[in-house]
């Protein structure tokens, strides 16, 4: 999906839940910091992303 639209934030986002399975956070914030510079409203991937943050910490301050 990334690859026909990079404009896509969802994939981005789902890309960063694989990411996060797959325990690579680092490429997981990458993605979620993605997702949120093309949808900047969407709460779900700033809540998401924050959790991480809480969770996994990342230098990242948060966003409200």
């Known amino acids: 999906a990334l690859e026909m639209d990079p404009q896509y934030a969802a994939a981005w986002y789902n890309r960063a839940v694989c990411y996060h399975r797959l325990?690579?956070?680092e490429?997981?914030?990458s993605d979620m910091e993605k997702a949120i510079s093309l949808d900047p409203e969407n709460q779900k991937y700033i809540r998401e992303?924050?959790?991480q943050i809480r969770l996994h910490g990342n230098g990242l301050t948060e966003l409200k």
Request: a positive charge.
């Open 23 to 25: 325990g690579k956070y």
């Open 27 to 29: 490429n997981m914030f």
């Open 49 to 51: 992303r924050n959790e």
